[in-house]
């Protein structure tokens, strides 16, 4: 049996949406909507990772647990290392599950979800995708794809990541959801490693992964939340959880 525990990175030095952590959303900053569903996700202990005293302030208001990290960390990966090694130096926790901090749409259950594929020892990292059903998104280079052979119906083996239109041809496409379940030494080895050619050209992290020949395995959900990076993406956010209450 594994002993998770889910780490949320969060910083305030977005470009494109200043303070992006602390935007609020019907009362509550967008960060604590996000830790509220690692809580709800019931997979094990939960803290956000950050370099803002005040996301930490935010936090800890609602009585979570908030962890001040380096301002200088490349990624998210980076820092949640750095707050696993703080929050539990002995080791304890096996697995590391990173949820992105601007995910406030993101349902428990698929949090849960991203660690199914870790009952296979094969596995060093688990994530999730979603099938995509708009047009547009297949063409869309901010929309990253997961090229996978099945496993079984809901999973598949990630064989790459890309921005372009993959596959080729008739059939499904996956939209990638950047939450990652990461073994602890998997996470780890990750963060020892240099960028890797293929993760500069297309300026995704998790090649650097599959290049290092690390095995990612994805569950298929039903639902694709997408992250918040601009004001409209935030009013998207908004409305959909104002729909939901």
Known sequence: MSDPMILIPARLKATRLPGKPLADIHGEPMIVRVWRRAVAADIGPVAVATDSPDICAAIEAVGGRAVMTRDD?????????????????????????????DFPTLEPAAIAASMIPLADSEVSIATLVGLITDEEEKAAPSVVKL???????????????????????????????GIYAYRRAALNRFVSLPQSPLEKRESLEQLRAIEDGMRID??????????????????????????RQ
């Open 147 to 177: 090229v996978g052979s099945h496993v079984t119906p809901a999973r598949l083996r990630a064989l790459y990541f890309t921005r372009a239109t993959a596959p080729y041809g008739d059939g499904p496409l996956y939209h990638h959801v």
């Open 73 to 101: 960390h490349p990624s998210g990966s980076d820092r949640i290392k750095e707050a696993a090694d703080i929050l539990d130096p002995q080791g304890r926790h096996d697995v590391i599950v990173n949820v992105q901090g």
């Open 218 to 243: 994805a569950m298929i959900i039903d639902h694709v939340p997408r992250g918040v990076d601009t004001p409209p993406d935030l009013d998207r956010a908004r409305a959909i959880l104002q729909a």
